[in-house]
């Protein structure tokens, strides 16, 4: 486990002029019953990239249905998962991430958050009895999503953008590229022999979509980067959820919000299960600093289409600074 120092933890509680806000062992924790709220969840996404909610509306029972749900999948024989797979770039997957080496002590099943298409995957599996799944995932992806795009609402509001609805319209799009993962990451007995090393669940990277909603079982392992380079362990919270900034969201404040770097540390005794909903717009969508934010500022990044941004995405390494391709370069 990553300690943090205590000077270092003693910065983030410095507080600027708004009400103080509350941490969980070190991250923001926000009520969104709060009336502040929206101040503190601008707060957090500067400082952070990353916070906790509660009171976020999504029902218990969704989220223990998919995660037994979840479990039942990932005890399957191998064979069986299989046969939701290969990972392409959606579908079952074991051990290696994406297509370019990286590898990490994980299984997983990534979906598109449409429906129909989360329907055609579990039937690969499933037969013709895919129905549970599949009314577990789309009750709890239609909950989450809602409320990923009441944080949004809440955001444009702090943010003091006139139209409230500019990042939450994008994944309420027909056509938003959102996705869905599941992630199984075993328990990991080889760790004791380690000693002083780590071994990698899921590498350090950022996310690049809009915004990310986590959710994982009672079992420790996530971390997030913070400004001096240390990594601070996240407890897990059954009925809670965790939020991470994406790429997509520090390019549209145009740098003031952070997309936070994070990783999943393998636990050696106990299985650790996450859910993840990655609220991303339109593939044909120009991602570029919004206009209300920049009142004479220069634009850090050049503009860009989701889909040349997921492109590149695709094409690097886990922990490639993927947003370097599209900063402009300072004038000479």
Known sequence: ????????????????????????????????????????LVKACEEFGFFKVVNHGVPLEFILKLE????????????????????????????????NGDVGWVEYLLLTANQESISQRLSSVFGDNPEKFRRALNDYIS??????????????????????????????????????????????????????????????????????????????????????????????????????VGDSLQVMTNGLFKSVRHRVLANSMKARVSMIYFGGPPLGEKIAPLPSLMRGKESLYREFTWFEYKRSAYSSRLADNKLLLFERLPAS
């Open 143 to 244: 909950a989450v999503k809602k409320m990923a795009c009441e944080i949004l609402e809440m955001m444009a509001d702090g943010l003091k953008i006139q139209n409230r609805n500019v990042l939450s319209k994008l994944l309420k799009d027909e056509q938003s590229d959102s996705v869905f993962r599941l992630n199984h990451y075993p328990p990991c007995p080889e760790i004791q022999a380690l000693k002083d090393h780590n071994m990698i669940g899921f590498g350090e990277h950022t996310d690049p979509q809009i915004i990310s909603v986590l959710r994982s079982n009672n079992t420790s392992g996530l971390q997030i980067s913070l400004n001096d380079g240390s990594w601070l362990s996240v407890p897990p919270d059954l009925s809670s959820f965790f939020i991470n």
């Open 68 to 99: 037994s749900e979840a479990v039942k999948f990932f005890s399957l024989p191998l064979s069986e998962k299989e046969k939701a797979g290969p990972p392409n770039p959606f579908g079952y997957g074991n051990k290696s991430i994406g297509q």
């Open 1 to 40: 486990m990553v300690l943090l120092p205590k000077p270092a933890l003693e910065q983030f509680s410095l507080i600027r002029n708004i009400k103080p806000t509350t941490f969980f062992s070190g991250i923001p924790l926000i009520d969104l019953s709060n009336p502040d709220s929206k101040h503190l």
